[in-house]
């Protein structure tokens, strides 16, 4: 089965800086997808930002982007410029390639302060 | 990406009775998604609903407790039965693909008094 740990149950952060979020996972697959979601206190889940395994390159979106190391089996997410609007808790997840399902972390929450 | 209406956004229940969430998805999708969030926790998935099929639960959930029903491809409901104050939690849907990646629905906070 897969695990996936977010060792940080809260981070702080000031407007404008940068912060990383860690995410490790477990898993003897070879092919999976890893995503970060964001759920700010509306408790919607928001896709942030997702990552094919076979993929080298590290994705990016805007002010967000990973960096995944596959063979570390490590995949944090680094916010620049934070917002206030970045408040939320933060959960990293993994699938395995063809099932669908999600397993996710804890979680992080994220405060971004004036 | 799928949007996803899910409703009621909250409620509260007596216990003993049981309380229906629907999920209506804006596409055609072939699975979806129950994930069930306890206060301050991470998600945990109930069951993935298919279409024309049973649904397939996780251990720990069963089918007497969650019924669900998908009646076609884009929408979907999840009953809560017999509630008790232990199923006071979010309940949330889920849909998409591995490509564009799983939306949820906005959820349904449920308190069991």
């Known amino acids: 089965a897969q695990t996936v740990t977010q060792s940080q149950p809260e981070m702080s952060v000031q407007e404008a800086e940068t912060v990383t979020l860690s995410c490790t996972y477990d898993?003897?697959?070879?092919?999976?997808?890893l995503f970060w979601y964001k759920q700010p206190p509306s408790r919607q889940m928001i896709l942030v930002i997702r990552?094919?395994?076979?993929?080298?390159q590290n994705a990016t979106e805007n002010r967000f982007s990973v960096n995944f190391q596959k063979a570390a089996k490590s995949f944090s997410l680094k916010i620049s410029d934070s917002q206030l609007g970045d408040t939320a808790m933060y959960f990293c997840?993994?699938?395995?390639?063809?099932?669908?399902?999600?397993?996710f972390g804890k979680g992080t929450m994220l405060l971004v302060s004036p | 990406s799928a949007v996803i209406s899910q409703k009621p956004s909250r409620d509260i229940c007596q216990r003993g009775t049981s309380l229906t969430i629907q999920c209506q998805v804006d596409?055609?999708?072939?699975?979806m998604f129950w994930y069930r969030q306890q206060p301050g926790q991470s998600l945990t998935l109930i069951a993935t609903?298919?279409?024309?099929?049973?649904?397939?639960?996780e251990s720990g959930f069963v089918i007497d407790k969650f019924p669900i029903s998908r009646p076609n491809l884009t929408f979907s409901t999840l009953t809560v039965s017999n509630m008790s104050p232990e199923d006071s939690s979010i309940y949330l849907c889920?849909?998409?693909?591995?490509?564009?990646?799983?939306?949820f629905g906005s959820g349904t906070r449920l308190t069991v008094v």
């Open positions: 596409s055609q999708v072939t699975m």
């Open positions: 898993t003897s697959e070879n092919n999976y997808y």
């Open positions: 997840a993994f699938m395995k390639e063809g099932y669908s399902t999600l397993t």
């Open positions: 889920s849909a998409g693909t591995e490509y564009y990646g799983y939306t």
């Open positions: 609903a298919n279409q024309g099929s049973e649904a397939t639960y």
């Open positions: 990552q094919e395994a076979y993929k080298q």
